[in-house]
Structure formats: structure tokens, C-alpha cells
């Protein structure tokens, strides 16, 4: 099992920028998937971007498309969602999580940051 920790969340204007880290506490494997994922309160957990930690391959929800870019360094095991131009509608809970390359499900999670975005 792999800890995360994520930092970086806060308060900021419409059209603004943060950036989010994911702390592993080891080193994902090549085969897994690194993912962000948000939720509001009386809402499901959503997907927002993720990361196959190989391949760099990337995945995006279509809302945060060319707006948000996620990235990794591997040094650090850390990962990183680059959250620009953004909108009320992306204040969230934002969460970072693992996936094994040969599941389907996410199983490690951190404990979320507050993203609050105001208009």
C-alpha cells in the first residue's frame, strides 16, 4: 500500500492558477496509474486527470481539457495537476489516488485538499 499526501489547495479568483502535489510515500510502479479526483458535497467523486506512471501517458475529464495538465517526477515520487484558467465550477475537494496497472480500481488515496475558486 502506498501513502499519499497532497498539498497545494487554497483559495483563488476565477481565472486563476494552483498547482496541486501528490506525495507517494514510495515509488509507484511503472505499471500504475496516478489519478486525480475531485468531489462536492452531495456529489460522487469524480474523475479529473490521470497519469500511467511508465508510459506518461495522459487521461482528462473533458471539462478540465487544456486548462489542467498533470505530470510526475519520478525523483520525487511525486505527482502534479497544474490547474489554470479556472472556474467556480471547479472548487472541489481535490484527491489524489493510485491504481495497480492489473486492477481496475483505485485502492490508495490521500486525504484530499480544498480547491475554492471564486467568481
Known amino acids: 500500500q502506498v501513502q499519499l499526501v497532497e498539498f497545494g489547495g487554497g483559495l483563488v479568483q476565477a481565472g486563476g492558477s494552483l498547482r496541486l502535489s501528490c506525495v507517494a510515500s514510495g515509488r509507484p510502479l511503472s505499471s500504475d496509474f496516478m489519478g486525480w479526483f475531485r468531489q462536492t458535497p452531495g456529489n460522487e467523486r469524480e474523475f479529473v486527470a490521470s497519469l500511467h506512471w511508465g508510459s506518461i501517458t495522459t487521461y482528462y475529464r473533458d471539462s478540465v481539457k487544456g486548462r489542467f495538465t498533470i505530470s510526475r517526477d519520478i525523483a520525487a515520487n511525486t505527482i502534479y495537476l497544474q490547474m489554470n484558467r479556472l472556474k467556480p465550477e471547479d472548487t472541489a475537494v481535490y484527491y489524489c489516488?493510485?491504481?495497480?496497472?492489473?486492477?481496475?480500481?483505485?485502492?490508495?488515496w490521500g486525504q484530499g485538499t480544498q480547491v475554492s475558486v471564486s467568481s
Open positions: 489516488a493510485r491504481r495497480r496497472g492489473d486492477t481496475t480500481d483505485y485502492s490508495d
